[in-house]
């Protein structure tokens, strides 16, 4: 299994203000992804996280709003910019190896815009 | 768009098995069955998968049919801590690995 880490957990933040959420995983994973759970909601992928190149944004979500960086094979970020309080949700990284192999999730970056 | 049809709700006696079922009528060949479960705050945690074979682990089983086109999750005996929603996703298990969530069963455990 794949242990997933990120910062902050929570975090409460004034609109108009930017936000850059952390994802470490404690191996190398081939796959990276981000995805957002609004309140009441089930989840929906944001971008798959590419290493070394840009992020493959879903329909309806753009590089402008939600940059993503992904250095390494074990780490990438989420930056959730110029928040409104619409942005106020559950920020969730997910990894694994590919090759039917399991798609594990962190605990989630909780994000209130006040 | 999530390709799985699950019941909104569903209870559960404690000590009981809990079945929950999936359907996946348009799942192709290569697309995996994968089961997830949230307990209020917290990530999505994985159960189980399964490409045509019955799966079983410490948690619980997955039977898939002969077509494929349903399944279902057994947790054999069900506790107050397995009160969650349950999610059945189809997936490529290759070189894909993007999850399509649907919005899942909501599992109460009663006791």
């Excluded at chain 1, 949700?89 to 006040?114: H, K, P, Q």
């Excluded at chain 2, 559960?12 to 929950?20: F, M, P, T, V, Y």
């Excluded at chain 2, 799966?55 to 089983?61: D, L, P, Q, R, Y």
């Amino acid at each position: 299994s794949a242990v997933i880490s990120q910062k902050p957990s929570r975090d409460i933040c004034q609109r108009g203000t930017s936000l850059t959420i952390q994802c470490q995983v404690d191996s190398q994973v081939t796959m990276m992804f981000w995805y957002r759970q609004q309140p009441g909601q089930s989840l929906t992928l944001i971008a798959t996280a590419n290493q070394g190149s840009e992020a493959t944004y879903e329909s309806g979500f753009v590089i402008d709003k939600f940059p993503i960086s992904r250095p390494n094979l074990t780490f990438s970020t989420l930056t959730v910019s110029n928040m409104s309080p619409e942005d106020s949700s559950i920020y969730l990284c997910s990894a694994g190896r590919g090759n039917g192999n399991t798609i594990y999730f962190g605990e989630g970056s909780w994000l209130t815009v006040v | 768009d999530a390709k799985t049809t699950q019941p909104t709700s569903m209870d559960c006696a404690e000590g009981r098995a809990a079945n929950l079922p999936c359907n996946h009528s348009t799942i192709s060949g290569n697309e995996y069955v994968y089961w997830y479960r949230q307990i209020h705050s917290q990530g999505p945690q994985y159960i189980i998968h399964g490409l045509k074979n019955n799966e079983t682990n410490e948690m619980a089983s997955l039977i898939i049919t002969e077509d494929r086109k349903s399944s279902t999750l057994i947790l054999p005996h069900a506790t107050l801590r397995d009160t969650a929603v349950y999610y059945c996703i189809v997936a490529i298990g290759g070189s894909q690995g993007n999850l399509i969530f649907g919005k899942g069963t909501k599992l109460s455990v009663k006791p």
